[in-house]
């Protein structure tokens, strides 16, 4: 697949996209369990779990942690090994009202999916095939627009672009 070209630079494809998911999601499961450890910890001085609290918890630290790198860098630690910077429709940085709408549309959109996987493993196959039919035509529908948009960068006005690797420095 060609690359697509913005006044910022060329969009990034899925699988960039998706390396750096994985790249960031495993920082985040880390960022999870020591949260975790902490609840467990307090679950047990208190008498009782803390899971309602704990997912709260757990959404608001994802949110910290991509917000941040957004707004300062416009790059992850996974977008910076994948080469991709995230920017406005200007091309300029992403502001904090910006990067709250793309991660609570791209949250929206991956509970939508684990409710819909859910509904699969208590329905079967008929629900199965509706839910793999729908994430296949969610990322059809993005490879056909014509800057490659998926719905929280379209949402929130903002593009995903190729980050040219930058030259070592000396010391």
């Given at each position: 697949?060609?690359?697509h070209?913005?006044?910022?630079?060329?969009?990034?494809?899925?699988?960039?996209?998706?390396?750096?998911?994985?790249?960031?999601?495993?920082?985040?499961?880390?960022?999870?369990?020591?949260?975790?450890l902490?609840?467990?910890?307090l679950?047990?001085l208190v008498g009782?779990?803390?899971?309602?609290?704990q997912?709260?918890?757990?959404?608001?630290?994802a949110?910290l942690?991509?917000?941040?790198?957004?707004?300062?860098?416009?790059?992850?630690?996974?977008?910076?090994?994948?080469n991709?910077r995230?920017r406005?429709?200007?091309?300029?940085p992403?502001?904090?009202?910006?990067a709250?709408?793309?991660?609570?549309?791209?949250l929206?959109q991956?509970?939508?999916?684990?409710f819909a996987?859910?509904?699969?493993?208590e329905?079967?196959?008929a629900?199965?095939?509706?839910?793999?039919?729908?994430?296949?035509?969610?990322?059809?529908?993005?490879?056909?627009h014509p800057?490659?948009?998926?719905?929280?960068?379209?949402l929130s006005?903002?593009v995903l672009?190729?980050?040219?690797k930058?030259?070592?420095t000396a010391?």
């Amino acid at each position: 697949m060609a690359a697509h070209s913005t006044g910022q630079g060329e969009t990034v494809g899925l699988l960039r996209r998706f390396g750096s998911m994985i790249y960031d999601g495993l920082l985040l499961l880390a960022i999870w369990l020591v949260l975790g450890l902490l609840f467990v910890f307090l679950g047990n001085l208190v008498g009782r779990p803390m899971i309602p609290l704990q997912f709260v918890v757990n959404l608001v630290a994802a949110w910290l942690f991509l917000a941040w790198f957004w707004t300062r860098t416009g790059q992850t630690l996974g977008m910076q090994t994948w080469n991709i910077r995230l920017r406005d429709d200007d091309g300029g940085p992403v502001t904090v009202w910006k990067a709250t709408l793309r991660y609570l549309v791209a949250l929206a959109q991956w509970l939508l999916l684990l409710f819909a996987i859910h509904l699969a493993r208590e329905y079967g196959a008929a629900v199965t095939i509706v839910v793999t039919a729908l994430v296949v035509v969610g990322l059809g529908i993005s490879q056909l627009h014509p800057r490659r948009l998926m719905l929280h960068d379209w949402l929130s006005g903002t593009v995903l672009v190729h980050a040219p690797k930058q030259a070592a420095t000396a010391h």
